[in-house]
């Protein structure tokens, strides 16, 4: 049912390449505008301790970061490329849907990770997080959350007809992820009930797991986490298939 | 000059057209997406903040919000907008054959645009007095026309970007360039005063921040006339400047 996956991502790869400086340009410059303007800028105006607010917005906007890089390729690219008829040729291809799913997914999580990796980097110049040995773990950390929050953005795509329908899906989904799941506000700062929606939200689970690797404060209690996003790529995923399936049927 | 201006009402009908199908679009991206910016930074930030120069939080971050709706609104707008009717549709080559001119073209659009900024705005404010961040929502129509001139800045400045660029991806260019400091560094919710001083100064070259200034001024009454005559000139200069630069640039590009 998967082969042909590795394939995918070599398209997905290729097709990538001229945009390479583009992405460089974007994903260096602009993380240090606003780890710079956030993590100090507002960390200076918090009251107790700005160094922890520093840390705080830092280790968050590493894991933020996954949702720009993240979310465009996994909503607006997948819809040109369906409506284009590209997954119709790849199909003709003998290549199966879920592969096509799953391998344009795990290159949009490699390059997501890319990214977040960049902004780490950028974090640590800037002295916002500390060097230590436990770092490498949030390369996988990293991958998992982009691998969900790219499912994530094929499955809400599958119900979206034009590029028009994508404007609901920024103020509904991604700017409240942004805004409550801790990336630069506590989310314990907000009323019960949005804290509930917070927790389903799944960038929450990768910002509390970034933050934890940052801080060196690892535990079990850390896996619930991962199970929560291993939870959502499988449940997103299967059900991508199926909507696609039906759709391109159609 | 009157027999002019009627192809130039042409366009904006044209552009009325297009935006009653596409209106929900734009209050969900344009008024839901700061709302919930307000609330959760009225409410979530401002619970950790002191006072900024003597005033709560939330009462500082709601005209700050009010003008990146305005903004986000009109540079998008300016950007992504004019480089699909341009490049994509093709639509202002079918518009030059007719009367209208490019000069039109461009005043027009930004002008309507700014007008979907003002409103977009309006309705943010609406939310913010809803949220208690402001005392008296009629001071709005105050800030009206500080509104209107910065969105017209903004969408001339987006025009102007977009007039070199071929596509979407060139766009990219303009994000950690112009739109993220600009958003970052204007004073929208964090204050000036919190960066080094060459910082402060760089501000200066932001339309924005005037735009910030007028409309926080207004909302709090502590605007003065000198304050504001200046600050409105600086904006106007920047549209001509902004106006004039997309202009030649786009004749070179349509008529060579």
Not at chain 1, 81 to 103: D, E, V, Y
Not at chain 1, 198 to 216: D, F, K, M, N, Y
Not at chain 2, 123 to 139: A, E, H, Q, R, S
Request: net charge neutral.
């Amino acid at each position: 049912m998967y082969t042909g996956a590795g394939t995918i991502l070599q398209r997905q790869f290729l097709a990538w390449k001229p945009y390479i400086p583009n992405f460089i340009f974007l994903f260096v410059l602009d993380p240090f505008i606003y780890l710079y303007a956030i993590a100090f800028g507002l960390g200076a105006y918090l009251a107790d301790n700005p160094a922890e607010y520093s840390f705080f917005a830092a280790s968050g906007l590493v894991a933020g970061t996954l949702i720009w890089v993240v979310t465009t390729d996994a909503t607006y690219l997948t819809l040109t490329r369906l409506n284009t008829g590209l997954w119709q040729s790849q199909l003709s291809a003998s290549i199966k849907l879920p592969a096509i799913l799953m391998g344009e997914s795990l290159f949009g999580a490699i390059k997501g990770t890319l990214a977040a990796l960049i902004v780490l980097g950028i974090s640590l110049l800037l002295g916002a997080l500390n060097l230590h040995i436990h770092l490498w773990l949030l390369v996988p950390i990293l991958f998992i959350g982009a691998l969900t929050l790219y499912t994530t953005g094929q499955f809400f795509t599958a119900h979206i007809g034009s590029e028009q329908g994508f404007d609901f899906l920024w103020p509904l989904l991604y700017n409240p992820m942004f805004l409550f799941c801790g990336v630069f506000i506590p989310i314990d700062i907000f009323p019960s009930w949005l804290q509930i929606i917070s927790w389903i939200l799944p960038l929450s689970h990768i910002v509390e797991l970034t933050r934890a690797v940052c801080a060196q404060q690892l535990s079990s209690h850390l896996f619930v986490h991962i199970y929560a996003l291993a939870g959502y790529i499988i449940l997103f995923h299967f059900c991508s298939c199926h909507l696609y399936k039906k759709r391109i049927l159609a | 000059m009157s027999i002019q201006l009627i192809p130039a009402t042409a366009l904006f009908q044209r552009q009325l057209i297009v935006w009653q199908k596409n209106w929900k679009n734009f209050v969900m991206l344009r008024v839901l997406e700061p709302a919930i910016m307000l609330y959760a930074m009225g409410f979530g930030l401002g619970l950790a903040f002191d006072l900024v120069n003597g005033v709560p939080y939330l009462f500082y971050v709601v005209p700050g919000i009010m003008c990146s709706a305005n903004m986000m609104a009109c540079i998008f707008d300016g950007l992504y907008g004019s480089l699909t009717r341009n490049m994509y549709q093709g639509l202002w080559k079918s518009q030059l054959a007719t009367s209208i001119s490019l000069r039109q073209i461009l005043l027009m659009e930004a002008l309507w645009i700014s007008i979907k900024g003002c409103i977009a705005t309006i309705l943010v404010m609406l939310v913010g007095y809803t949220f208690g961040g402001i005392t008296n929502p009629l001071l709005g129509i105050v800030a009206l026309p500080f509104l209107l001139i910065g969105g017209f800045t903004l969408s001339s400045l987006g025009q102007f970007i977009a007039a070199r660029a071929n596509t979407y991806m060139d766009i990219d260019y303009a994000w950690p360039l112009v739109i993220t400091p600009m958003f970052m560094f204007s004073g929208i919710f964090i204050p000036l005063e919190t960066f080094p001083h060459w910082l402060q100064n760089l501000a200066l070259l932001s339309p924005l921040y005037y735009m910030v200034e007028l409309v926080r001024g207004t909302m709090l009454s502590t605007l003065t006339l000198p304050t504001a005559l200046v600050f409105s000139t600086v904006l106007l200069t920047i549209a001509f400047i902004c106006q004039t630069l997309a202009y030649n640039i786009y004749k070179k590009r349509l008529f060579t």
